[in-house]
Nanobody, 123 residues
């Protein structure tokens, strides 16, 4: 699976951004998808996951502010980020499970990764 992430940029605290990740080379609708992020000097961390049926999971730090969704007809997963905070600043990565894979909190369960898109939130 090839993943192409886009939509990052600079936003003020309290603002919004929407990230997109387009997949190719697989039966997208059968894959679980995830967004991770990595801040400078920190380890990569899970942000949200979505299974093939559209059921979503969020880490506590983004719950209520971020929304993960998918449009299978466009082979695309999205991350809508609202009420953004400076601590949301990071490189955001999308990830795909193998076909029929389940969402997981473990990065090792995802076998394809996008190139990352930088999100900067100014205070």
């Amino acid at each position: 699976v090839q993943l192409q992430a886009s939509g990052g940029g600079l936003v003020q605290a309290g603002g919004s951004l929407r990230l997109s990740c387009e997949a190719s080379g697989s039966i997208f609708r059968l894959n679980a998808m995830a967004w991770y992020r990595q801040a400078l000097g920190k380890e990569r961390e899970l942000v949200a996951t979505i299974d093939m049926h559209g059921s979503a999971f969020y880490v506590n730090s983004v719950k209520g502010r971020f929304t993960i969704s998918r449009t299978n007809a466009k082979n695309t997963v999205y991350l809508q980020m609202n009420a953004m905070k400076p601590e949301d600043t990071a490189v955001y990565y999308c990830a795909s499970s193998p076909t029929w894979g389940l969402p997981s909190n473990y990065a090792s369960e995802y076998n394809s990764w996008g190139q990352g898109t930088l999100v900067t939130v100014s205070s």
